[in-house]
């Protein structure tokens, strides 16, 4: 009987043997290929967990903000605290709205940092789409934060959703909710609103095309020894 194929060396399984699995080789994990859950992460002490596209993490960010609303209509904006804490702090922002329609970003994540996805500060010009693929992820962020503001609910964005544009595929792929909130009296905002990310960098296409050819290797030694 031909050996079963082994991506990587893991708890419970055997490391790759060149001899009997020879497509199998030390630079392909099964980890690597597996998406992340930031929502049930557990990380060091004041390290913040990687990302992933995971839908669990923005549904999670959802319904606390649904407890935090109760019978109203929407949640007063301190409670915003509580979506920029973990495990939704790594990959929120908060969006801010002023009376004379500058927006200002605040309390952005370290991850969203790390990805320069976003930046603290306000800017002048914020009339984008958060449906034109042709911006950044940080940016149609914004724009649905933004967005839900002005509706007063929670809106959700999904790249996986997106018109085809042309051009290179994009690195990549993610998932995006906007959670608005009552301002505060006196601080002169008609918004708040908290936008959570998550996403999954692509394989590059160099990387996929090796990946691609090791499994049409895998499955042409299998086919010539399960005989």
Do not use: C, Y
Not at 6 to 35: C, I
Not at 113 to 120: G, K, T
């Amino acid at each position: 009987m031909a050996d079963t194929p082994v991506l990587g060396p893991e708890k419970g399984l055997h490391p790759p043997n060149p001899t009997q699995n020879p497509w199998a080789t030390a630079r392909r994990r099964r980890g690597a290929l597996q998406p992340f859950d930031a929502a049930s992460a557990t990380a060091l002490a004041g390290e913040a967990p990687p990302s992933g596209i995971e839908r669990r993490l923005s549904n999670r960010a959802q319904a606390l903000w649904m407890r935090l609303r109760g019978e109203r209509r929407l949640p007063s904006a301190d409670g915003a605290t509580a979506l920029l804490a973990p495990p939704f702090a790594a990959q929120a922002m908060r969006v801010e709205r002023s009376r004379g329609g500058l927006v200002t970003i605040r309390e952005v994540g370290a991850e969203l940092l790390r990805m320069q996805f976003a930046h603290e500060g306000t800017a002048m010009n914020m009339a984008a789409s958060s449906a034109n693929a042709t911006l950044g992820v940080g940016e149609r962020a914004v724009a649905l934060a933004l967005e839900a503001i002005a509706a007063g609910q929670p809106l959700h964005l999904d790249s996986d959703f997106d018109p085809d544009i042309g051009g290179p595929r994009p690195a990549i792929l993610f998932r995006a909710v906007a959670l608005p909130f009552a301002p505060e009296a006196g601080q002169g905002l008609t918004g708040v609103a908290v936008a959570l990310i998550s996403w999954r960098t692509l394989l590059s296409q160099a990387e996929t095309d090796d990946l691609h050819r090791e499994l049409g290797a895998a499955i042409a030694w299998l086919a010539n020894n399960s005989r």
